[in-house]
């Protein structure tokens, strides 16, 4: 079973609230803005989505009753769809319903006057051509024919990219594989971010695990 780090099994409930204060306080004074992280594959689909409403609902009213130096900067989801079994088989009612769950989130927060920013992670070939020639992820959205990466620029605050090479140059690179959403969230005034990967894991070429920093650096 899931173990939410966040809330409690009413998902409307933070736990150790005491501690979140301390904690973001502290950060707060050392310029570290403290991010409410947490994702599920299932929570794209819509019969999911009051739990994570139910999240968000809590981590706003912990920002209201909470000292400005001791408040969430953002929620931060690392929801990921196309883990689920049958996601090839329907993926345009997964993306859509996907899509929605983040339009609704942003809603949230603005009607609630929060401050907290709203993002989320992707990876890197939503956007990419398939064997056919197609994106990847192209998906009808709110009347808008694009690749799902592009939809989520639009509605969120920022994206990060899981852009797991590592090794910057070459078609099959960090830059050439981050490059469109970059070059689009310039154009949205998004905020983008590089993800990259740190643990021992298969293939080698995803993960800059036993690398020197020098390595990491060129």
């Known amino acids: 079973e899931y173990e939410h780090a966040l809330v409690g099994s009413a998902y409307n409930e933070l736990r150790n609230i005491d501690d979140y204060r301390k904690f973001i306080a502290t950060a707060t004074k050392n310029n570290i803005f403290v991010h409410a992280l947490d994702g599920y594959k299932e929570y794209a689909l819509k019969t999911h989505h009051p739990q994570v409403y139910a999240q968000v609902t809590a981590l706003i009213e912990f920002n209201k009753t909470s000292k400005e130096d001791e408040q969430f900067y953002a929620i931060h989801h690392d929801n990921e769809p196309y883990l689920i079994e049958n996601f090839e088989a329907d993926k345009s009612r997964i993306l859509s319903e996907y899509l929605e769950l983040c339009e609704t989130i942003m809603k949230m927060l603005k009607e609630a006057n929060s401050n907290m920013k709203y993002g989320v992670d992707i990876p890197f070939w939503y956007e990419e051509l398939n064997e056919k020639g197609e994106y990847s992820t192209d998906v ?32 099959d690179g960090i830059i050439a594989h981050g490059l469109d959403e970059i070059k689009y969230g310039v154009q949205a005034n998004k905020e983008i971010w590089i993800g990259l990967e740190t643990f021992n894991v298969d293939p080698p070429k995803i993960t800059f695990y036993g690398k020197t920093d020098a390595e990491l650096l060129k």
């Not at 024919?145 to 797991?164: C, E, F, K, R, T």
């Open 140 to 171: 009808m959205f709110n009347g808008k024919q694009q690749p799902a990466s592009y939809h989520i620029i639009d509605l969120v605050d920022n994206i990060g990219i899981m852009d797991y090479r590592n090794f910057a140059q070459g078609a």
